[in-house]
């Protein structure tokens, strides 16, 4: 085997694909019985998941803006022209990109764990936010975490087409709180900064006084953690190499992680086969300034470490200056060459 992989999620199946297409002996191992099963993620893609990644995209939902609450519910909405969220079914896109995979010829090993003992010429760790193949081979490890919860819901009653997100310190410490019109589901959770632990059902209490929960059934259940620390170091050597949450590609500050597993484990690939087939340079040196080094976000995170109060939460909500910052946020990875808009309710 040229290429042995450890996870078939996002970052996992992207880089099977791509190694595999160019004809390398590729062999996935995961742990799941099957793609897309138990899921931890919420699901949503950014705009430029879709746009750079091009991940399948069947059956997704576009939401079109952000409903932005402050702990007195009082809230703005905020849009960009022409941004718009996709909610996905994310076991059936799991799915597709295993399909995907496994048509390019990747040998994909559902309900087998790595056997700890390496095979390949070259291994990716794949395998998400507590890797294994980090601590195996010494490369570095996530260690700053947020821990997230949702619960799933049928027969939530006339929700706007909006991330509904709810910012409160006491509730969500270091993140937020959200309710998401989901693919046929709503999606309603919140997210904490260990050591602080989510309480899901005092959030459902909160999120009830604004959306209509009263005939909803609650059908399932997702979360897990999410590293906030930033891109590990180091994250490569000659014969390995971490991808997506394995290397702690996830914002520090809105925590999605998606487009940066999907593209890390795309730029991994290419920087493989570059060096298997045509003799390119080792992993380290390929894949040196590759992955973001998230300076501002990172700093942005400590801020949100401190807790601010909710009654600060609520006068920085109030003000005029923050629709445009909180839109930033939400919608601009152009660093401000992008239009956003803002109303406030
Ligand atoms: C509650 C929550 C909500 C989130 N919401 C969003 C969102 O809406 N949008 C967004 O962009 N990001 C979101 N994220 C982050 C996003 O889910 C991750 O960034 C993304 O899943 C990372 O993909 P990945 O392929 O790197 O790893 P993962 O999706 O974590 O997959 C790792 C895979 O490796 C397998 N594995 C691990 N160890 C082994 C082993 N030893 N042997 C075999 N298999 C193994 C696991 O079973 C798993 O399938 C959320 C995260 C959480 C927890």
Known sequence: VDVEIVGASFAGLTCARICAAHGLPTVVWERKREPGQAVRTTGILVREAVDEEEPPIAGTRRIHGVRLFGPSLAHVDLEAPGYTFLATDTPALLRELAGRAADAGADLRFASSFPEVRTGRLLVGADGPRSTVATLEGLGRNRRFLVGIEAEFEGVEDLEE??????????????????????????????????????????????????????????????????????????????????????????????????????????????IVNHLLDGGPALPVALAGIYPRFVTKRLLRRLL?????????????????????????????????????????
Do not use: K, M
């Open 162 to 271: 909006r991330l509904h997100i709810f910012l409160d310190s006491e509730l969500a410490p270091g993140y937020i709180g959200w309710v998401v019109p989901g693919v046929g589901i709503t999606q309603i959770g919140l997210a904490t900064r260990l050591p602080a632990r989510p309480d899901l059902e005092r959030f459902l209490r909160r999120a009830a006084r604004v959306v209509d929960l009263s005939g909803a059934t609650r059908v399932g259940a997702r979360g897990g953690p999410i590293p906030v620390g930033g891109t590990v170091r180091p994250f490569a050597s000659e014969d390995a190499v971490l991808v997506g949450d394995a290397a702690g590609l996830v914002s520090p500050l809105t925590a999605d992680g998606i487009h940066t597993a999907l593209s890390s484990g795309r730029v991994v690939a290419q920087a």
């Open 305 to 345: 470490d401190l807790r601010p109060p909710n009654a600060a939460i609520d006068l920085a909500l109030a003000s005029d200056r923050f629709p445009t910052v909180a839109s930033r946020v939400f919608f601009d990875r152009t660093g401000g060459r992008s239009p956003v808009g803002a109303s406030r309710r």
